[in-house]
């Protein structure tokens, strides 16, 4: 029943706005894929112009095999699930689910049989007869899912469908979802701006960018492997630390980088010989620094804040150049704000961007 | 701590009393003097004696009072349901943000700002025979005028028209905000669930906008049961009083005839027809309501 969905050369502009810029991807049928950046970057508009919600400049949109980038909504054979629910407030849980089938015309025994297997697996069949303003924000999104799942559609659309529950409910939901998905083998879209949901839920994550996407790839390849400072510094939490690079110097197992005056990184990145330092950035996540005793190499960081997670510390420093690095410590960390730490950096982890962001990374798996 | 509790609550009462004073005064007080009026028999120039509910079985009694009823029960029958269905329909057909519609929501709405006296010279000047629009609309396509403000039947009718035109404006712009209350996804919804526009208009768009249905109802039974101007001034209850409204025979009654008893009574019999009708109309839709849910 799922299909897989092509977009192929989309734009869009609003008069001399231009919201999308030749946007080219392709989903596999069965494909989780999630659409993440910040606010205005274009990803909502995209999901709405697959529903149809939305028209497009130019290209054009494939399911199946099929161009349906000139269908009215309805006809495109997918379900999407709104922000806001967006249940007609006036119906039944049980009305709301058959609304969608009984415009087209399907059986009422077909209706009542699809409908109880959705309130079933969404275990919402104690509701059916309840209308939305009796239900809670997470009984609300279910139906809303159910609505969905109730039409069959070839592919499943969820615009930030997360974003109105509570941060424990969200966690949940979140999880359902991921098995919702390997129940129905469906085709599903997610738009999110959270890069929890992204990286929990994709099979690809999809990065968009200033009406661009940015990357395309799995989550570890997004987190590990960013192809560009833009991505780096947003996915990930805390973000990854970006040092300026004042010298490079080629070495065999790859450059070592001066940052400003607080001292040199071994990396184990090697650079292209066009490489250009100017505005270059040394990018380092947390989890790949560890605090060492002042013996062995590393960077003295001077600690600002310490935040405390149970299993592991972050620590927010400064340079001795004033440049900020956030380093991790084990759960038990005795670091207290004030000190001076020496933080040694793992040579394969870290990311050098050149001055237009693109990003360099070690050829070693971490 | 009970003590100044009880105390503060005094206080706070003295904050609503600025407008109970306005209440009793102009809202309280003169019901309750027209229902005293409506008990005596009343001269403008004599004093006052009770005489029980004499004065209702006048009134009741009266055959030119049933036909006042009748013509009454008649226009607010035919005027509200085509306020409130050309009002609805006009704010569908409006409820868009292109400046055309902007300018049509204002011209739709312009009648409603004047006065009574101006509504009834304008259809006047329409419906009066040999001069009015209609006269020569009919003489240009050769057909027999019609008097339409001296025929029995055309009168009550022309008075209908004119005050649906003069009337219109505020059931549309209630309707409108109604209408841009429904939040946009609803519709966005309804559009991936296949819904043809009927299925929108009658499964989405009317039960979101119920209550103002309702609300607009209730508000043009109220002032379609008071009636009076229009008819006054386009064809003064006339011909043979088949355009009469209640409200112009309590005028009749208690100002040309001077008989302020019976018109303080025709006056608590217009005020329970349209206190029972407003309730009807909100108990038959507060039933619904329950049956509904």
Known sequence: MSASISIKNITKRYDSVTVLDDINLHIEDGEFVVFLGPSGCGKSTLLRMIAGLESITEGSIEIGDKRIDTLPPGQRGVAMVFQSYALYPHMTTRQNMAFGLENVKVAQDEIDRRVNDAAKILEIDHLLDRKPGRLSGGQRQRVAIGRAIVKEPKAFLFDEPLSNLDAALRGRTRLELAQLHQRLGSTMIFVTHDQVEAMTLADRIVIMHNQKIEQIGTPMEIYQHPVSRFVAEFVGSPPMSMLPINNIQQTANGVTVEVSRAGSIATAITLPPEFNAKDAVIGIRAEDTAVVSSEEDGLDLTIKVVERLGDRTLLYGTLIDGTDLIAEDSGRSKVKAGETVRVSISPHAAHIFDGDGLAHHSQMEV | ?293
Request: with cysteine.
């Open chain 2, 1 to 293: 701590m009970a003590e100044s509790y009880r105390r503060s609550r005094w206080t706070n009462g003295l904050f609503v009393v600025p407008y109970l004073s306005v209440f009793l005064t102009l809202l309280v007080f003169p019901l309750g003097w027209g229902i005293w009026l409506s008990l005596n028999k009343v001269d403008l120039f004599g004093g006052e004696r009770f005489i029980g509910l004499k004065n209702y079985a006048r009134v009741l009694s009266d055959p030119i009072f049933g036909q006042a009823v009748k013509n009454t029960l008649i226009f607010v029958g035919v005027s509200v349901p085509t306020l409130v269905i050309l009002g609805l329909f006009l704010a569908l057909a409006l409820n868009k943000t292109t400046k055309g519609s902007s300018f049509l929501r204002g011209l739709f709405f312009a009648s409603s700002i004047l006065s009574v006296t101006i509504v009834t010279l304008i259809w006047r000047i329409v419906f009066i025979p040999n001069d009015g629009l209609m006269a020569l609309i009919f003489n240009y396509f050769g057909w027999q005028p019609i008097g339409f403000l001296s025929t029995t039947g055309w009168s009550l009718f022309s008075v209908g028209v004119a005050t649906v035109w003069w009337c219109i404006g505020l059931p549309m712009m209630l309707f409108l905000a109604a209408l841009q209350q429904i939040p946009k996804d609803l519709y966005e919804a309804a559009a991936l669930d296949n819904a043809s526009r009927w299925r929108v208009l009658t499964r989405i768009t009317l039960p979101s906008i119920k209550s103002t249905i309702m609300l607009v109802a209730i508000i043009q039974v109220v002032m379609q049961f008071q009636l009076f101007g229009q008819a006054q001034l386009m064809t003064n209850g006339g011909p043979a009083g088949s355009s009469r409204p209640i409200v112009m025979y309590i005028y009749e009654i208690g100002f040309l005839r001077w008989d302020i008893g019976m018109g303080a009574a025709a006056s608590q019999i217009l005020f329970l027809i349209i206190l029972c009708a407003a309730m009807l109309q909100y108990w038959v839709s507060t039933r619904k309501e329950e049956t509904d849910a």
